[in-house]
């Protein structure tokens, strides 16, 4: 699909679409196989790498560590199978690697390695270090004279970290706008609303307040994705941030918005009732 330039591809929503289902399907079977949880994370971000990886990241599976690509910093680890299953279907891992998902000696552990898949930019699962670390490679591509965007994806419950706004602060004082932070506002954390613990303020005003350029969307809708990703530097010298209001559990009705799918394992009879309600068989069962 996508090469390492700056030439889009034409934009399928329904495509992106049905690939979407695939992989929340894909997310759904590795769960219960690998008997770990985090659903409620992946498939609430599923929409938004989906469309990164088709659409607008300039990065390929025949040379994912070119020097000219773009930087992708999956900072919220723990739904990394939305990632994993994203990956496999674009060629970056052989599908058959999705069935190893958290055993022992994976390449896919239930937080994302980069000892385990070196493919990736870096490891993740303690939260608030991913836009750290994006910045400070944003900021070095700068210095070497690399015109490549780096991006990270966060989850809400991670802004709750300090961490995160030390490195908000860094990215604005250095005026690095090609930096993109993709925050996944699904309103869940580990055993509440996120809301009530941030205390229902605006991170699309904080981000702001810090020096940055942001808007709100809906993170669930591929056009609204793809509309933001186009605007991309929102304003010249300032980082960006878009907000993606998402739903936990996005695509299972019996998983949406529901605080317990942060950790609940799927059975075998929620498995199935889920797949046949994203009528789309896992892509490692296919």
């Not at 079977?29 to 607008?56: F, P, R, T």
């Not at 699904?186 to 981000?207: C, P, W, Y």
């Not at 591929?222 to 993606?244: M, N, V």
């Amino acid at each position: 699909m996508i090469e390492v330039t700056d030439i889009k591809p034409r934009v399928d929503v329904a495509q992106l679409a049905k690939i979407a289902r695939q992989v929340r399907a894909t997310c759904v079977q590795m769960a219960h196989d690998g008997k770990e949880g985090h659903l409620s994370s992946a498939l609430s971000c599923v929409d938004i790498l989906v469309a990164l990886y088709n659409y607008w990241l300039r990065v390929s599976p025949e040379n994912p560590k070119s020097p000219d690509r773009d930087r992708f910093f999956f900072s919220k680890g723990h739904a990394c199978t939305a990632l994993y299953a994203v990956l496999a279907d674009r060629g970056f891992i052989p599908k058959e690697w999705l069935s190893t998902y958290a055993q022992h000696n994976s390449p896919l552990p239930n937080h994302t390695c980069i000892y385990a898949l070196p493919l990736l930019e870096c490891s993740a699962g303690s939260l608030g270090h991913g836009l750290g670390i994006a910045t400070g490679a944003a900021y070095g591509l700068r210095l070497d004279g690399v015109d490549a965007r780096v991006v990270v994806l966060m989850s809400d419950g991670e802004c709750n970290e300090g961490s995160v706004w030390e490195g908000a602060m860094f990215a604005a004082a250095k005026h690095l706008d090609r930096l993109l932070a993709i925050v996944d506002y699904n309103g869940i954390q580990a055993v509440g609303r996120s809301d009530e613990l941030m205390g229902h303020t605006s991170l699309e005003q904080k981000f702001r307040a810090f020096g940055w350029a942001a808007r709100t969307i809906n993170g669930n809708d591929s056009s609204e994705i793809i509309a933001a990703l186009d605007d991309f530097p929102f304003e010249p010298g300032r980082p960006s941030a878009i907000i993606a209001k998402t739903v936990g559990g996005a695509g299972v009705s019996f998983m949406e918005d529901q605080v317990l799918w942060h950790y609940r394992v799927p059975p075998t009879d929620e498995v199935q009732r889920a797949l046949q309600e994203l009528g789309e068989k896992p892509l490692h069962r296919g």
